[in-house]
C-alpha cells in the first residue's frame, strides 16, 4: 500500500476511485456472499465495504454507468426495503461507576438518562472546539455497573479510544473496551423493515415499544442483537449490532425473511 501510494502521489483521483493495493484487509464474514452478488467495494480505514451492487464503474467526472444502478438500490429501500453492511464503524463499551461522568464531562449534548437512550454526541477539546462525534446509547447495567455502547467514525477508532483513556482522572473507576472487530452491524432500512425483523424475534418493535433514537438488546434469529432504532436515510430501520462471528448466520436469516 505504502509503495503504491509513493507511486501515484501526484496522479488525479478519480470520483470513487479506491486503489486496489493491500485489499483486501479487513473483511465481514459475509463478504464471500455479497462478493458474489457483483458488490462493487470500496476501502473504510481498511475494512471492505460494499458501495453498491452491478457492474463495475467507469470513472468520470460527469454522471457514470453507477449513477442508474444507485439509483434503483436507493428506490428499492425508500418504497421497500434493504439491509446495508455498516460493520466499518469504530465501538466501544464503556462502564464502571464513573463511566458516566467520564461522557457527561467530555461531551457536549446531554447523556441518556434511561436504559436504552440514545444520543448523537459531540466530545469537546478543553477549549470548546469539536474532537469527535459518536453516538451513546444506555445499556442495561452489567453486574449493577452503569454500561454504555459508543459508536463513532472507523477512522477514530484508535484516537478516540485514546481521547477516552486519556481522560479518565486517578481513582476513577472506568472500562474502555474497543470492540471494533468483535461486532458487525447490519442495518435493516426501509418502510417495510418491520416486516422483515417482526418474525425473526419475540421483541415488540411497535412505535410506542421501541421508539425512534432508543436501542434493545434483543435476539434476532437467534442472534443477540443490541438493536437501534436509528436510519441515516430517512425511513423506517434498525441497525442490528451483534458477536461479528453471527454475522453470516443473521445476514441469511434476514435474506430469507
Known amino acids: 500500500k505504502s509503495v503504491d501510494e509513493y507511486h501515484e502521489m501526484y496522479q488525479v483521483r478519480m470520483p470513487g476511485e479506491y486503489r486496489p493495493a493491500g485489499r483486501p484487509l479487513r473483511m465481514t464474514p459475509i463478504y464471500d456472499r455479497l462478493d458474489a452478488l457483483d458488490a462493487q467495494w470500496q476501502d473504510v480505514w481498511g475494512w471492505e465495504r460494499p458501495q453498491y451492487f452491478g457492474e463495475p464503474e467507469g470513472h468520470s467526472w460527469r454522471r457514470s454507468n453507477a449513477f442508474d444502478i444507485v439509483a434503483a438500490e436507493c428506490r428499492g429501500v425508500r418504497d ?36 436504552g437512550g440514545l444520543r448523537l454526541v459531540h466530545m469537546l477539546t478543553s477549549s470548546g472546539g469539536i474532537e469527535g462525534e459518536m453516538t451513546i446509547t444506555r445499556l442495561h447495567p452489567d453486574g449493577g455497573e452503569p454500561r454504555f455502547y459508543l459508536n463513532s467514525a472507523v477512522a477514530g477508532e484508535t484516537h478516540d479510544e485514546d481521547w477516552l483513556v486519556q481522560h479518565i482522572e486517578p481513582g476513577e473507576d472506568i472500562d474502555v473496551h474497543d470492540v471494533t472487530g468483535d461486532y458487525g452491524i447490519l442495518a435493516v432500512t426501509g418502510p417495510r423493515a418491520r416486516d422483515v425483523l417482526a418474525p425473526l424475534t419475540d421483541a415488540d418493535l411497535g412505535n410506542d415499544a421501541f421508539p425512534w433514537l432508543t436501542g434493545q438488546e434483543i435476539d434476532i434469529a437467534g442472534v443477540p442483537c443490541i438493536a437501534l432504532r436509528m436510519s441515516y436515510v430517512g425511513e423506517l430501520g434498525w441497525e442490528l449490532h451483534h458477536p461479528i462471528d453471527r454475522m453470516a448466520d443473521l445476514y441469511d436469516a434476514l435474506v430469507a425473511a
Open 80 to 115: 421497500r426495503v434493504g439491509i446495508a453492511d455498516l460493520t466499518a464503524f469504530a465501538k466501544f463499551f464503556v462502564a464502571g461507576d464513573d463511566a458516566a461522568a467520564l461522557l457527561d464531562r467530555l461531551s457536549a449534548n446531554r447523556l441518556p438518562i434511561r436504559t
